[in-house]
Nanobody, 128 residues
Framework: QVQLAESGGGLVQAGGSLRLSCAAS????????MGWFRQAPGKQRVFVAT????????YYADSARGRFTISRDNAKKTVYLQMNSLKPEDTAVYYC?????????????????????WGQGTQVTVSS
């Protein structure tokens, strides 16, 4: 069983930056595609970015492309989301997501139905 714990959220002004981290425990981290989703108040949880098991393939939502960067360190069992040029509409709870061992890919994990493991979430608030 894999456990995921996010950190790094907070309050930032528009135009600022934050880096989210997600530390994994249990399982072999490099066997899992990983991703980030977010959920704004009153809205569904949506895909932000995913990364392959090796880290060589990434996907981004249109809203994140060019501003956010997902990366991973398999030795540290951690996935990151660097968020730059933040906007008020980026305000949401950000969730780390792990796919099914060996099976999920960075492509398939864009669909939240493919997520096998969720973190508890970390709040990101961007003020205007």
């Amino acid at each position: 069983q894999v456990q995921l714990a996010e950190s790094g959220g907070g309050l930032v002004q528009a135009g600022g930056s934050l880096r989210l981290s997600c530390a994994a425990s249990g399982g072999t981290f490099s066997n899992y595609a990983m991703g980030w989703f977010r959920q704004a108040p009153g809205k569904q949880r949506v895909f932000v970015a995913t990364i392959s098991r090796s880290g060589d393939t990434t996907y981004y939502a249109d809203s994140a492309r060019g501003r956010f960067t997902i990366s991973r360190d398999n030795a540290k069992k951690t996935v990151y989301l660097q968020m730059n040029s933040l906007k008020p509409e980026d305000t949401a709870v950000y969730y780390c997501a792990g796919g099914r061992e060996y099976y999920s890919t960075s492509l398939s994990l864009r669909n939240r139905n493919d997520v096998a493991y969720w973190g508890q979430g970390t709040q990101v608030t961007v003020s205007s």
